[in-house]
Structure formats: structure tokens, C-alpha cells
């Protein structure tokens, strides 16, 4: 039930900001007193935290009604990536022409790992009228700068290659296991299939991170159409017998695609791949 609530606010959260009128908008009916605050349980205002410390997160806001207000208040922390970390929302009514405020425990967890935009955080916080045909309330209030310190940041060295021979020239993976270790046997290439299948072995439950040289990528993987332009598609990672979550960064100034990849012990075909949707 909470997980179902969960999805359904996030999707509100995109309506909202892209101010989509689905549901309805009165933006001036709630406004903020201010941005959104972090505080440590001591009640000290900071923008730094470390890993798996509990803040508090505080809302103020008025009614700017005459009348009462039921609301929910909603509060999303992203990392610099833009993904959503923490999402909660609070119910209440606000009495007529009245400030009120809220308070939300959050423990910031990771996100990613080996990009420097893992330890970033933004607090966004947003007023609803109800989880039922919810209608926007208020703006959506912003704070941003917050770093999260325990993050690794720092990509390890990638000490093992596997060149893959494609038109008359070698184009190189590097890689290595950040926790376990193994080795690439193999990498076949398919751009019909618009794959990239990696055969690995692993003499334990491994984390594999590699970098693979960005023509290599844009070859297999990357969907151009003629006529009506590029369909939408989706970048996936098979391995273990199914869909498995990975983290995917892109460094243009080195012409690199960084894939990390949690793997299991064994020998195992490990799918990079593009989808239409």
C-alpha cells in the first residue's frame, strides 16, 4: 500500500513540475515561508551531512485561504543526478490565514557510487490538496548544496583490458572488480540486436566496473532512425537470468561510457543492451 502511495506521489511530483493541468493547479492557495531547512537532530541548521545521519527536514508555510485547508505536504530529496533518494508527505489541515509548519526525519542513504555528483543532494517540497485527485496548492520550494560525506566519489583503478576488434581497429574495456574479482573472457558484439554481451567469470559475488571507449557504445547500443527522426528506446543490463539495476555515466571529455554492474558468483552473461519502448 505504502509502495503503491510512494508511486503514485512521485508521479505527482513530475506533474508538478512540469506543471501539468491533469489535476489541476491553485498555486496561490499555500505559499512557503521560506526553502526547505536541514537541521541535525540537535536542531543545528547545516547543508553537510554524512552518511546514514538522521536530519530533519522543516517545512513552513501559510494558508493563504480564509477558510481551512486540509493538505499534504510533500518533501523529495534527489541526488546530483536527479534521482530520488527519499520521498514522504504529511497530512494535516491548516486553520484560515495561519502559518503552519512541518518536520520530516531523513537519513540520507546512496545513491551511486564513483561520480562526483553521488554526494549531492536537493531538498524539493510541494503543498497537494489530497492523495485523492490531488490538485496542486503551492509551488514547488527548493534547497539545494547539500552534500552527503562517505559516498566513494572516486572511480578505483581499472587495471584489467579487453580490446574488441571492429572495423580494423581495437576499441578497449577496462575494467575491474571493486569487490570480488574475475575476469571478461569474452565480448560479442551484435548491432542488430543492439547488444553488447560481455561473458564474465567471477570467483565470488563481484561488482564490475568498466569503461568502454564511447564509439564502441554509439555502434551497438544507440538507436538512429531515418524519416521520423529517433523512436525511444531504453538502455538495460541483463545479467544473473534477468534485469539487474546499473549505474551508467558518460565522461565526453574522455570519450568514455562507464557501466557499474553487481554480478554473481560464477560464469555469467552480462548483456549491455538498448531496447524500443
Not at 539545494?144 to 581499472?158: A, K, N, Q, Y
Not at 575491474?176 to 564474465?200: C, K, N, P, Q
Request: overall charge negative; charged content about 20%.
Amino acid at each position: 500500500m505504502i509502495a503503491g502511495l510512494a508511486v503514485g506521489i512521485l508521479a505527482v511530483v513530475l506533474l508538478v513540475i512540469t506543471m501539468n493541468l491533469a489535476y489541476g493547479l491553485d498555486t496561490s492557495v499555500i505559499s512557503h515561508n521560506h526553502n526547505p531547512v536541514v537541521t541535525t537532530i540537535a536542531g543545528e541548521r547545516t547543508t553537510e551531512l554524512s552518511l546514514g545521519q538522521q536530519a530533519m527536514i522543516q517545512i513552513s508555510a501559510h494558508n493563504n485561504m480564509a477558510t481551512p485547508q486540509p493538505f499534504v505536504v510533500v518533501v523529495e530529496t534527489r541526488d546530483g543526478n536527479g534521482f530520488t533518494e527519499y520521498l514522504a508527505w504529511q497530512e494535516g489541515t491548516a486553520e484560515a490565514d495561519t502559518d503552519f509548519e512541518m518536520q520530516f526525519s531523513w537519513t540520507p542513504r546512496p545513491t551511486c557510487e564513483f561520480y562526483e555528483d553521488c554526494e549531492k543532494r536537493e531538498i524539493r517540497s510541494f503543498v497537494l490538496s489530497s492523495l485523492v485527485e490531488p490538485r496542486a496548492l503551492s509551488a514547488v520550494s527548493t534547497k539545494g548544496s547539500i552534500t552527503v560525506s562517505g559516498i566513494p566519489t572516486e572511480v578505483p583503478p581499472l587495471d584489467q583490458r579487453y580490446g574488441v576488434p571492429l572495423h580494423n581497429r581495437i576499441y578497449n574495456v577496462t575494467y575491474s572488480f571493486h569487490e570480488g574479482s574475475g575476469s571478461i573472457a569474452d565480448i560479442a558484439v551484435s548491432r542488430d540486436a543492439r547488444t553488447l554481451t560481455l561473458s564474465v567469470d567471477t570467483r565470488q559475488d563481484s561488482q564490475l566496473i568498466m569503461a568502454i571507449q564511447k564509439p564502441l557504445i554509439d555502434y551497438t547500443l544507440d538507436y538512429t532512425f531515418s524519416g521520423n527522426g529517433t523512436q525511444s528506446f531504453e538502455l538495460y543490463v541483463h545479467a544473473d537470468g534477468g534485469d539487474t539495476l546499473f549505474e551508467r555515466f558518460t565522461d565526453l571529455r574522455k570519450g568514455l561510457v562507464m557501466y557499474v554492474v553487481n554480478i554473481e558468483r560464477g560464469t555469467e552473461q552480462v548483456t549491455l543492451g538498448a531496447r524500443l519502448l
